[in-house]
C-alpha cells in the first residue's frame, strides 16, 4: 500500500555544493543543495547545470553583475565550513576567508581549493520564478583534487560527497556501488 503524502518534491538526497561569488567586490560563499543537471555538453551545446537560489540571498546579486560563479563539490570532511556558509550570511557577516580560494580562467569566479570538485561557471540564463532565481551555468572548466582521481577519472567513492536530506534536515554520506548504468536492464527477462 501507498500513502498520499502530500506533493512534498522528494528528490533527495541531492549533493551538498558550496557556491563561490564575487558580491559587492568581495569573495562570498552560499550553501546551495537545489542543482541540477539541465544538459550534458554536445558538439553543439555546453554542459548546462542549474541553481535554485531564493532571491532574498545576498549572493545573487553578485552573480548577475559578474556573470560567473563556481560551483564547488563539498565531501564530508568539509561538513563545518559547508553547514556554515549557508547559515549566515554575506551581507553581515565576512564570510571570505571561509575557504582558501583561486581564480581560473574566468578571472571572476573564486573556486574552492579544499575540495573534491569545482566547476567554473559563466552565467548562461536566468529564469525567474516568484521567489527563486533559477541560474543557469555553463561549465567552462572544472577542478578535480588528484587523490579523488583513478587512472585519471573522478571516482566519487574517493570525494566521499556530502548528501543533504530535506525531510530530515540531516546531512548523509553515500553507500556502496550496487549496479552498472545501462547495464542492469540487461538483466531484464525477455518477453
Ligand atoms: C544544507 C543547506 C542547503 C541549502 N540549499 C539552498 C538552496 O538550494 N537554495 C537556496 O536558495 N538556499 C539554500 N540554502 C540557504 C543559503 O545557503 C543560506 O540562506 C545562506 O546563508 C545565504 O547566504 P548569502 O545571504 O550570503 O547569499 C541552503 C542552506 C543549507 C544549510
Known sequence: MKTKIGNQNVLYPMPVTVVGA????????????????????????????????????????????????????????????????????GENNDKSQVFETFFGELKTAPIIKNCPLSMECKLYDVYNTPQHDIFIGEVVATYADEKILTDGKVDISKANPLLFDMNTIQYWSLGKVVGKCWSEGKKYPAK
Not at 28 to 57: D, E, R
Not at 58 to 63: L, P
Not at 65 to 80: G, P, W
Open 22 to 89: 564575487i558580491v559587492n567586490g568581495k569573495i562570498n560563499f552560499i550553501n546551495i543543495a537545489h542543482v541540477g543537471i539541465l544538459s550534458v555538453k554536445t558538439p553543439s551545446q555546453p554542459h548546462l547545470i542549474s541553481l535554485g537560489m531564493n532571491k532574498i540571498h545576498y549572493t545573487n546579486a553578485g552573480i548577475k553583475e559578474t556573470k560567473t560563479f563556481s560551483v564547488n563539490l563539498m565531501s564530508v570532511n568539509e561538513i563545518i565550513p559547508a553547514d556554515y556558509v549557508g547559515l549566515v550570511s
